[in-house]
């Protein structure tokens, strides 16, 4: 199956989070093995060597071998990056793919100090992968990670001018834009991953406040169940028990007893049935606020546009049954942001509307009615809704637009009367 809406934006957040840290690692590796580049096209000079029949100098081997190393450690450092989807101190990967990680870099650090080159161009490759590894360290020893790669890099700077001497010129473009970089990466990285885990929470938290709002629902119905059976049962067992100490003494009594024990148990019976079906009477304008409250729970942004009410009772209950129905489809189903609950009457009909922005789909090839909602059983989902309006001569349309993410219901009851909402 597909995954969850929710997860499916998750997954999006972390994908374009992913390809910033990727692009700006690549672009700051790309200015450092350009500027390799040019050193190693530069090179001359020293004692000669024989590369594949070729002179070439002791300087631009080393400038060669560097470099090569500095494309290792680059494509490294980019396939590091898919294991900082746990967020900062989240924890190491494979030992393995830390070292992997490190030691290209370390050989760039040391080759370095003999190959030509300016000092800091070979001292930011280690900086850059212990910034990496800094990331997913906790907070203590990220910053000891950060301190000690700091104090390799202007060690590798100190001991690279005290080797080859202080450049005669100014330092190059390169140079600037290189250390520039390089003190930017570790803020660039732990700012992205923390907007990333502050993406994770709220999705955290907007899937709790869903589970809590369906949770309120079935508190509230086991509360009315309560209510219905508790009062009978209670009855039945009193009566029950007096039936069965008058049976002796006065029969007559006793079976007059049993008779209200059995009317009273028909009645708890056809009330329960009332409830789980939906006909139980229903407080209108309480199931219209409900619904906003959790829906406005679970984080999206609910309207009411509510015009004249219904006056038969019946044809209230059946459309708070609409609303309680939605609500709880929108909850389960699917990731809504805003949500439109209209009530208006035109002649004799009284239509109620509710629109969400949030539509999933479940099976492509699956019809619109079985992929906006879960229940497909007899008595529940749309089904259920349309005989419980049909009960009362009203009707119940859908219509969802895939292309726009948006669903809507439309009920409609017939209207005798009309009190202001």
């Not at 929470?201 to 629902?217: C, G, I, P, S, W």
């Not at 015009?307 to 990731?335: C, F, K, M, W, Y």
Request: negative net charge; aromatic residues 6%; glycine residues 6%.
């Amino acid at each position: 199956m597909p995954a969850e809406p929710a997860a499916r934006s998750v997954h999006t957040t972390w994908l374009y989070t992913l390809a910033s840290i990727v692009f700006f690692f690549g672009f700051f590796d790309l200015i450092v093995v350009l500027a390799m580049v040019e050193t190693v096209m530069s090179a001359g000079g020293g004692g000669l060597d024989t590369v594949a029949g070729a002179p070439y100098s002791t300087d631009r081997v080393l400038a060669i071998a560097v470099l090569v190393l500095q494309l290792v450690a680059t494509a490294t450092q980019l396939r590091y990056c898919w294991f900082l989807r746990v967020g900062r101190g989240g924890g190491l990967p494979h030992a393995g793919m830390t070292a992997a990680l490190i030691a290209p870099a370390a050989l760039v650090w040391l080759l370095g100090l003999a190959a030509p080159g300016e000092a800091l161009t070979a001292a930011v490759s280690l900086w850059a992968a212990a910034s990496l590894v800094a990331a997913l360290l906790p907070k203590t020893p990220r910053r000891l990670v950060l301190l000690a790669a700091l104090i390799l890099t202007v060690a590798h700077v100190a001991i690279f001018t005290a080797l080859h001497g202080a450049p005669d010129g100014p330092q190059s473009s390169n140079t600037f834009m290189i250390g520039l970089f390089a003190l930017m990466l570790p803020i660039m990285l732990l700012t992205s991953l923390w907007w990333w885990e502050v993406v994770v929470q709220l999705d955290r938290n907007r899937r709790t406040a869903a589970e809590l709002a369906v949770t309120q629902e079935r508190l509230r119905f086991a509360s009315d169940l309560h209510d219905i059976q508790g009062h009978h049962l209670q009855v039945i067992s009193l009566k029950s028990e007096l039936a069965e100490r008058l049976l002796e003494r006065d029969p007559a009594a006793a079976r007059e007893l049993v008779h209200e024990t059995r009317m009273i148990a028909k009645e708890a019976l056809e009330a329960t049935r009332s409830l789980v079906a939906g006909y139980r009477q229903v407080a209108f304008d309480d199931e219209l606020e409900n619904a906003r409250e959790v829906l406005t729970a679970s984080g999206a942004a609910c309207e009411l546009r509510l015009g004249p009410l219904p006056a038969d009772a019946a044809a209230q209950s059946a459309l708070a049954s609409v609303v309680r129905e939605a609500t709880t489809n929108i909850l389960r189903h699917s990731e809504a942001t805003s949500v439109t609950i209209a009530l208006a009457t035109t002649g004799e009909r009284c239509e109620l509307r509710i629109a969400n922005d949030g539509i999933t789909t479940t099976d492509a090839s699956a019809p619109a009615t079985a992929r906006t909602t879960a229940a497909r059983t007899p008595g529940s989902g749309l089904a259920g809704l349309r005989d419980r309006l049909a009960a009362v001569g009203g009707t119940l349309e859908h219509d969802e637009d895939a292309s726009a993410g948006t669903f809507e219901l439309r009920a409609t009851v017939p209207v005798r009367a009309g009190v202001a909402a």
